[in-house]
């Protein structure tokens, strides 16, 4: 069995009905109201010729005809009180119908005046926001994979044309925003923290332990340059061998202590490590050297070149992005991103209560002020809705219960004029 208009196919989340659901539906329900009609009318007829075919029938033919006869009353009245919202019944210019064409600019203006000043208010607002927790259901719509590659397909084929659009501004719009971050971020305290994670633990010692091969590379490479600095400074009357015995002495020196740094214990580590301390206490506190890291700074984004590089590393997302939709990797992530968000909003409540605070903000500082305007953009909108427009999107929204309205009032109507009968013949 195919699912209810309005019920997902699993019987849970509600969805909205289109237009072509709600005109079936109206179409359906005006047939049945109009066969009940119809049906009435054929019913009274054939109680009026039966009281006169089989007159000994007549009095039990009489209920059937007083139900009938007021069943068809009752019908009758309900269609054009039906109709006459939306027209003039059979096209006749009665007074007091067609009222919805005749008060469209006041429905407008009524419409936009409860929006503002009765849906938009801050408690409903509130109230509503927390009432319906969105981001619970949104966490658990997002982690379902179906929804998350839905969302993220929706994301993607928005991608191109973004790119398209602004081909070449992402470039310098990305480089400028790069430019801007960092001008806003102090130089020597961000030094002081990069230092700080580059020599906790492992890493200060693989630091240092870096700085000691460095310094063995420049010394090997270097020899002959040593050799040549010793005997530019030796007295000119001592023999070169000389020269060239304290040259490799010095050298031997300088591997024997390198050697000796190599040790986890060795002192000079411990005073490495004291004077990076010192240093980042320095980077993070001292005014010199904040005024020294943020004229560095300074100097540093007035560069051409830098500015220029950071530009390229913009145009270089502009590429990354197209080959990553091209090529599906872009849907893909995005995708497990989505799904995977969702999961942990589905299980963090403390998230989902930030998230709702956000949103609650959100409504109250950007659109409860403007709740004024949204009320006459609404008039505004219905106003410029022509009226056949303005009927068909009335009608299609609640023409559907206003069938059961007349179907009510032929039942109604025929069971009143039964008990009537019933009681005439009772009082005579």
Not at 152 to 160: E, G, I, N, Q, S
Not at 223 to 230: F, H, I, N, P, S
Not at 402 to 422: C, D, E, P, S
Request: aromatic share 6%; charged share 25%.
């Amino acid at each position: 069995m195919a699912p209810s208009p309005g019920k997902s196919k699993n019987g849970g989340e509600m969805i909205p009905l289109s237009d072509d659901i709600r005109r079936r539906a109206l179409t359906r329900m005006r047939l049945v109201a109009g066969g009940l009609l119809a049906a009435m009318a054929v019913l009274l007829a054939g109680a009026i010729f039966a009281r006169g075919r089989w007159p000994d029938l007549a009095p039990a033919l009489g209920y059937v005809q007083a139900f009938a006869e007021a069943a068809l009353v009752g019908a009758c009245a309900d269609w054009f009180a039906v109709s006459a919202l939306f027209r003039h019944p059979l096209g006749l210019p009665i007074p007091h119908t067609a009222i919805v064409p005749r008060n469209r600019d006041r429905i407008g203006r009524s419409l936009g005046a409860f929006v503002g000043d009765t849906v938009l208010t801050p408690d409903v607002v509130s109230e509503r926001l927390r009432a319906m927790a969105v981001a619970h259901h949104l966490g658990r719509w997002l982690a379902r994979e179906r929804n998350a590659a839905l969302a993220a397909d929706r994301l993607a084929a928005m991608v191109p044309a973004v790119l398209e659009t602004a081909r070449g501004r992402i470039g310098a719009a990305a480089g400028a925003l790069a430019v801007r971050a960092l001008a806003q971020v102090a130089a020597a305290p961000l030094a002081a923290r990069v230092l700080a994670f580059a020599a906790r633990g492992d890493r200060g010692r693989a630091l240092f332990d870096g700085g000691l091969a460095v310094l063995r590379s420049l010394l090997d490479r270097n020899e002959d340059t040593v050799r040549a600095g010793v005997s530019e400074r030796s007295w000119r009357w001592l023999p070169r061998w000389v020269d060239e015995k304290v040259a490799d002495r010095a050298i031997d020196g300088l591997r024997d202590l390198l050697r000796d740094l190599d040790s986890p214990d060795h002192p000079w580590r411990a005073s490495f490590r004291e004077r990076v301390d010192a240093l980042i206490g320095r980077l993070a506190a001292d005014p010199e050297l904040l005024a020294r890291g943020e004229a560095i700074k300074a100097e540093m984004l007035a560069d051409p070149q830098l500015r220029a590089w950071f530009d390229s590393l913009g145009a270089g997302l502009e590429r990354v992005l197209a080959d990553a939709v091209e090529s599906g990797a872009l849907r893909q992530n995005l995708a497990g991103a989505l799904a995977a968000l969702g999961r942990r909003i589905e299980a963090d409540e403390a998230l989902q209560a930030a998230i709702d605070s956000r949103l609650r903000d959100v409504a109250e500082r950007y659109i409860l002020p403007r709740r004024g305007e949204i009320g006459a953009f609404i008039t505004k909108v219905v106003e410029r809705w022509d009226t056949p427009t303005l009927v068909a999107r009335l009608e299609l929204q609640v023409g559907r219960d206003l069938q059961f309205i007349r179907i009510n009032g032929t039942l109604v109507g025929g069971l009143v004029g039964l008990a009537l009968h019933l009681l005439e013949r009772l009082l005579t």
